[in-house]
């Protein structure tokens, strides 16, 4: 079994906290108890084999039953309270069961789904079932169209937390079904460290917890920072127990990243890179402020194609349930990511679904936003394309200020600003000024 291994190692420090959750405290002993205690609930309620949401943020108990789920050699559909069309995504995986621990006050509610499942299970379901192995179906943020339901083998994607790595006091910031959320998980209780739980994810609740327990490592996103930097917590909460401020999921704004390091020079600041279908990759950036990142690792290869990323990976999911297989003749997938290369480093430009084409020539949002963020009086900015019937597009923005300025006084401020900073082509044509920039529940900037 995969997660015996886990086991194993909760017995080792059972005094050790692994869990702290709403103030409390929990030991590795106490975790093991939990544990056992939702092994004995599945395996009496749940048959093995059978796909089970579980509806949950981190908890002692959510991360219990997802064990017990794998011991139960169950298919798991981890679901966060960022899903809005919970119904469709059942759909989709052919859920049969739903444990449902959101705001319900340690009750574990359980539902039996039959009419939502079409008569005959999916291959990839099936592929599973006849291995005995468990499985995990993340479904991507539909950011660049429709959802994708991603199905992977647990067994290889367990395998890297064998490996003994150090492990900080870490907050699991990413979400309770996102793959880096995942990774975080199983990587600080494979290593025996502590983990600390939170359902508020603002700045000032997150500074709050960083300061009260010493807080080691915040996995987060781009945008958070972004928000970190404009509500000055630092200045309110002492964050000097951070040591390490991982990001991705999102380009970049290489000012705001600047920004970030200037504020807080002695924490050490790495891009991560990864994908539901493909799990976490090593990485390893080549400054605090830089973007220039290395990545792959065990059981991972890269290469580039046309400036675009191409990776193949040990624990890649075996496939969608409802798009085709993206991966081709020899295992390669195609993230979309355009790169630069400069030797073995790489900066990651963005997606090609978020380039802007203008008249032909390629603009970055992550590259106009940083250069408008610098600019005085912006607080915040969104730069996306708009169709234009000469150019095919060009570019726009929604820029939040800090006083009033009408949108005529801005875009000439921004045009003189901006001129010998960015091509002519990439200066936007259009500009919004908005009370807000919209974010998304999983904390990515919403570039419409």
């Known amino acids: 079994m995969c997660i015996n291994f886990l086991i194993e190692r909760f017995s080792e420090e059972p005094d050790y906290i692994a869990i702290i959750t709403d103030g409390n405290e929990f030991s590795y002993r106490d975790l093991s108890t939990s544990i056992e205690e939702a092994i004995r609930f599945t395996s009496s309620n749940i048959p093995q084999g059978e796909v089970v949401s579980l509806k949950a943020d ?68 099936k592929y599973l079932n006849n291995l005995n192995h468990p499985g995990l179906i993340l479904f991507s943020s539909g950011s660049t169209g429709e959802s994708k339901a991603a199905v992977h083998d647990l067994i290889p994607l367990m395998e890297k937390f064998q490996v003994r790595r150090p492990a900080l006091r870490t907050l699991t910031f990413l979400l309770f079904d996102h793959i880096g959320g995942f990774n975080t998980l199983f990587h600080i209780l494979s290593n025996n460290g502590t983990i600390i739980t939170t359902t508020d994810r603002s700045p000032d609740n997150i500074s709050k917890l960083i300061e009260k327990y010493k807080i080691e490592l915040l996995p987060t996103s781009p945008t ?22 991982t990001y991705g999921t999102e380009p970049m704004p290489e000012y705001v990243l600047k920004k970030f ?52 990976a040990k624990s890649a999911m075996l496939g969608y349930l409802n798009a085709p297989n993206p991966f081709d003749n020899d295992g390669w997938f195609n993230t979309q990511d355009k790169v630069e290369v400069d030797g073995e480093w790489i900066k990651i430009l963005g997606r090609v679904s978020d380039i802007i084409n203008v008249g032909g020539q390629k603009v970055y949002p992550a590259e106009v936003e940083s250069v408008l963020q610098s600019m005085d009086n912006v607080i915040n900015v969104s730069v996306y394309g708009q169709s234009n ?22 875009k000439k401020r921004m045009r003189e600003f901006c001129n010998g900073k960015l091509e002519t082509y990439k200066i936007p044509s259009i500009v919004e000024i908005v009370d807000e920039i919209k974010i998304s529940e999983r904390y990515k900037k919403i570039r419409k």
């Not at 064990?67 to 052919?94: D, E, G, R, W």
């Not at 570019?395 to 006084?409: D, F, M, R």
């Open 58 to 125: 981190f908890t002692l108990q959510s991360i219990s039953y997802f064990i017990a789920l794998i011991f139960n050699n169950n298919i798991i559909v981890p679901i966060s309270n960022a899903v809005t069309s919970i119904q469709k995504f059942y759909k989709i995986a052919q859920v049969k069961y739903e444990i449902d621990l959101l705001g319900n006050n340690n009750k574990v509610k359980i539902k039996y789904y039959n009419g939502l499942n079409s008569d005959s299970k999916h291959p990839l379901l």
């Open 224 to 245: 958070f920072i972004n928000l970190m930097i404009l509500s000055r917590v630092y200045e309110k909460y002492d964050l000097s127990s951070l040591q390490l401020v």
């Open 261 to 312: 390091h200037d504020i807080l020079p002695k924490v050490k600041l790495k891009q991560t890179y990864g994908l539901s279908e493909l799990g976490i990759l090593r990485s390893k950036s080549k400054a605090d402020n830089s973007l220039w990142v290395k990545i792959g690792g065990e059981g991972y290869e890269t290469k580039i194609v046309e400036d675009i990323l191409y990776i193949k």
């Open 389 to 410: 019937s000469i150019m095919g597009s060009v570019v726009a923005a929604k820029v939040c200020l800090n006083s009033n300025e009408t949108p005529l006084e801005f």
